[in-house]
């Protein structure tokens, strides 16, 4: 025999603690079985090699009547690992996983606490006898075939069925109006917490540890929502009919305003007038942001001196449709500005348009010039409806006074 346990028939004399108990049971034909446990702490292996043990007690193809008690150590305390039941000795192997699933079900209790022995009450059914006591086992053990859906939270994905009737999932091994508890397939238990009428928390664990959890929240007869985490499933007659998932955002802070800064863009228009079936410029102006200047003048050349002064340094002036109108307008004072001392100008060409200029004067002073129309492929006219422009191009008729 091992020496982590040892086997005694239960005698009234033996155990003055529990003389009442075990007389009564005897009276009425309880054979009794009790197992030390040398290591005192509960172990799953410890509980299977005892029942292996136990076992080898029995007759072959005879049914038996046992309970289970665990005696705590140094103390008179007996408390029931489970309920009479009708086992044969072709059940071990059921009967040891369902005692180690209970034990993990009631592990608050027993699977810390420190026992010293563990008690078999069971008798022998009589032959004629035996169609009298229904063997409840093959229930105990009947998980019924049901279709497994995976949930995943941040670290753990498992396998539940698309229903909230939780007695389907497996074994029923307790339940009451708080609390399910089931054995579920890989030898897990779900604890399944009331929480209202129409909420349910279940709780999966395997052994002490809890590796999952859920709530279901009933909606009607066929359909509930299952959050795990912070995602949330709809389920309608067993389906999945939608997943949302709430994501945590952090609150957005006020920014400070930033002062503005100024922009460095300077726009120009030529206004020409017809005489004679040729157009001639007759108004340059320009808009800095902050003013415009406009200049009556046939030539730019008012304009450009404006243009490149220190002030302006490292400004960009844009010009719409520069390369197919204005350009022509310019094209002879740029040219005598490159033959200059003062000076010099370099055109950016593309498909032989001029499509940017940098101009540049003897004190340092650079101004680019850019072809808007680039960028704003639309007339002005319809760029001011588009950007709503309070007041697009204005006419005068001082305008239309001929230049001398």
């Given amino acids: 025999m091992n020496s982590w346990l040892s086997s005694s028939k239960v005698l009234r004399k033996e155990y003055d603690y529990s003389n009442y108990y075990y007389q009564r049971k005897s009276n009425k034909g309880f054979n009794n079985k009790e197992y030390k446990l040398n ?10 090699n005892i029942i292996k043990l136990f076992f080898k007690e029995l007759e072959s193809d005879r049914k038996y009547f046992v309970l289970l008690r665990l005696q705590h150590y140094n103390s008179f305390k007996i408390v029931t690992l489970h ?10 192997v059921n009967y040891q996983e369902y005692c180690k ?12 606490a420190i026992f010293s022995n563990i008690l078999f009450d069971y008798f022998l059914i009589k032959k004629d006898q035996e169609s009298k006591y229904t063997n409840k086992w093959p229930e105990l053990n ?34 009451n109006d708080s609390i399910k508890i089931i054995h579920y397939h890989n030898n897990n238990i779900i604890k399944i917490h009331t929480l209202d009428d129409k909420t349910f928390n279940g709780k999966i664990y395997n052994g002490k540890f809890m590796i999952f959890e859920f709530i279901d929240q009933v909606i009607n007869d066929n359909k509930f929502i299952r959050s795990v985490n912070n995602s949330s499933y709809h389920i309608l007659n067993n389906k999945i009919e939608l997943t949302t998932r709430t994501n945590k955002t952090k609150f957005l802070k006020t920014l400070k305003a930033k002062a503005k800064k100024p922009v460095n863009i300077i726009t120009v228009k030529i206004e020409t007038i017809n005489r004679n079936g040729e157009l001639q410029p007759f108004l340059y102006s320009l808009f800095d942001d902050r003013e415009i200047r406009s200049f009556f003048e046939k030539t730019p050349d008012k304009l450009f001196t404006y243009l490149l002064r220190r002030k302006y340094r490292g400004y960009t002036v844009y010009a719409h449709y520069l390369r197919k109108f204005d350009i022509a307008f310019l094209f002879k004072y740029i040219a005598e500005l490159q033959n200059s001392d003062k000076y010099t100008v370099e055109p950016v060409l593309k498909d032989g348009n001029i499509t940017s200029m940098n101009i540049r004067n003897n004190k340092g002073v650079t101004i680019t010039y850019h072809d808007s129309y680039l960028y704003l492929t639309q007339s002005l006219q319809k760029l001011s409806r588009i950007f709503t422009c309070k007041q697009a191009k204005v006419y005068n008729r001082y305008y239309y006074t001929p230049l001398n």
């Fill in 142 to 175: 009947n998980t019924k075939n049901i279709q497994l859906q995976e949930f995943s939270n941040s670290t753990t994905t498992y396998f539940l069925p698309l229903n909230n009737n939780y007695s389907t999932w497996g074994n029923v091994l307790f339940s």
């Fill in 83 to 92: 309920k009479g039941l009708i086992l044969s000795k072709s059940d071990l």
């Fill in 101 to 112: 699933n209970l034990l993990s079900i009631k592990s608050n209790g027993y699977s810390d």
């Fill in 39 to 48: 290591s005192k702490l509960l172990s799953n292996n410890s509980l299977i």
